[in-house]
Structures are given as structure tokens and as C-alpha cells.
């Protein structure tokens, strides 16, 4: 499947922002969904899954409270950010993992190009 994450951008400490990824299948709900961030100087991090269904999540301890995941019924998977901080800046990527696998995803199948997120007063 495709992705292509979408929604960041420069943003002021204390700011929302919702990132979005949207997939090139039909069958999009086959997938176990998920967003990655990667700041500068850093390894790539999992931040939150969401189940193929939408009805399960799964939070980076790091991240909870303040990040929401959720999917709509038909290509598409968010990531709702608050009180953003500077620690937040990074590159936001989404990936799809196989809906039939284990839960929270371990693999990744696919990924899509990231969408940078700036936190900076």
C-alpha cells in the first residue's frame, strides 16, 4: 500500500496540529496502522498505533495524553498532537502493518514519505 502523510508544518509551543496519512488501497482496512517520528540526530521512534478496525490504540508511553490516533472508514489515518513542545519536532511518519498479525504491530510492510513537524517559538 502507498502513504502519504500529510498535515505538518512550523508551529508555536502550546499549538495543535493534526497529521493525516492517506493510503492508495481499497482495502485499507486490512491494516494495522501506525505513526513514527524521527527527530534530527535521532533513531526513528513509534509514537501510536491504531488497529485495522479502528477500535484498539496503542500509545508510546512518551506521547500519551497528548497524541490521539483514529482512522475513518475509508483510506485514511490520523494523528491528533497537543501542547506541542520542541521536543516534538520531527519527521512524522505513518506505516502499515499486516491486519492479520499480531497486536500492537512488531512489522512494518510498508511506509510512507514523512511530513515535518517544527516546534519553535
Not at 40 to 48: I, L, Q
Request: net charge positive; proline share 5%.
Amino acid at each position: 500500500v502507498q502513504l502519504q502523510a500529510s498535515g505538518g508544518g512550523l508551529v508555536q509551543p502550546g499549538d495543535s496540529l493534526r497529521l493525516s496519512c492517506t493510503a492508495s488501497e481499497t482495502t485499507f482496512s486490512k491494516y494495522h496502522m501506525a505513526w513514527f517520528r524521527q527527530a534530527p540526530g535521532k533513531n526513528r521512534e513509534f509514537v501510536a498505533a491504531v488497529s485495522r478496525r479502528g477500535g484498539t490504540t496503542y500509545y508510546a508511553h512518551s506521547v500519551k495524553g497528548r497524541f490521539t490516533i483514529s482512522r475513518d472508514h475509508g483510506d485514511t489515518v490520523y494523528l491528533q498532537i497537543d501542547r506541542l513542545t520542541p521536543e516534538d519536532t520531527a519527521t512524522y511518519f505513518c506505516a502499515a502493518a499486516d491486519g492479520l498479525g499480531p497486536w500492537p504491530p512488531r512489522e512494518y510492510v510498508d511506509w510512507g514519505r514523512g511530513t515535518q513537524v517544527t516546534v519553535s517559538s
